[in-house]
């Protein structure tokens, strides 16, 4: 199956400092790729959408300031968390959606395997 | 709007035993897809299984076993003889078709013991 590779597995901050995730798709193209945050024993929950070059489309009551997300090429999207507080500790998810001509967004979409954030 | 449940927050079980994960959904859609995915403690998501709207078909897949009735708005999940190894937090999920959005359920924690 298809492959999204997440980086760092975890990470370990000091508040006020920025962070970057990377999500990468290892063996297909991406034009869509999702970003989620995860509260310890919670469901997932959607932050944004980022398709390769454009701008993220951000769910309600995500700051878009606070959660930098690029997605410069077909297989790599960013996500930084900026100024990163304590109450941004959580486990981020990323997924990726392979661009298959003719299905459109009807293709299955494969998770990376997380990155635990914890701002101290 | 778009809606999954699972009602079990935690299932406790002993080896060997066979255990049902319950999931309902909503949506008004006529074309979604409901997904299963399993979370070990590790953290990432384990696809499991898709299934769209219009195949109620039941699957089977080794020990696991899917049943989708639409009249009830249901996906369940049945391990069978359940290991070990099966503990792990599992989540069903919908997406509408053309919609790029998954809608997840709170998961549901099951723990197998030897």
């Known amino acids: 199956g298809a492959v999204v590779s997440q980086h760092p597995s975890w990470v370990i901050c000091k508040s006020g400092t920025s962070v970057k995730i990377e999500c990468r798709s290892l063996d297909f193209q991406a034009t869509t790729m999702f970003w989620y945050r995860q509260f310890p024993k919670q469901s997932l929950m959607l932050m944004a959408t980022?398709?390769?070059?454009?701008?993220?489309?951000?769910e309600q009551g995500v700051e878009k300031d606070k959660f930098l997300i690029n997605h410069a090429s077909l297989t790599l999207s960013t996500l930084t968390v900026t100024s990163a507080h304590p109450e941004d500790s959580s486990f981020y998810i990323c997924?990726?959606?392979?661009?298959?001509?003719?299905?459109?967004?009807?293709?299955?979409?494969?998770f990376g395997q997380g990155t635990r954030l914890t701002v101290v | 709007a778009q809606k999954v449940t699972q009602a079990q927050t935690e299932i406790s079980v002993v080896e060997k035993e066979d255990v049902t994960l319950d999931c309902v959904y909503e949506t008004r859609d006529t074309t979604y897809y409901l997904f299963w995915y399993k979370q070990p403690p590790s953290g990432e998501l384990v696809f499991l299984i898709r299934r769209n709207s219009f195949d109620e078909q039941n699957e089977i897949s080794g020990r696991y076993s899917w049943n989708f009735q639409k009249s009830t708005s249901s996906f369940n999940f049945t391990i069978t003889a359940s290991q070990v190894v099966d503990s792990a937090v599992y989540f069903c999920a919908l997406r509408v078709y053309n919609f790029n959005k998954f809608y997840f359920g709170s998961g549901t924690k099951l723990n197998v013991k030897p």
């Open positions: 980022s398709n390769e070059g454009s701008k993220a489309t951000y």
């Open positions: 997924s990726a959606r392979p661009f298959i001509s003719g299905q459109g967004m009807n293709t299955e979409a494969f």
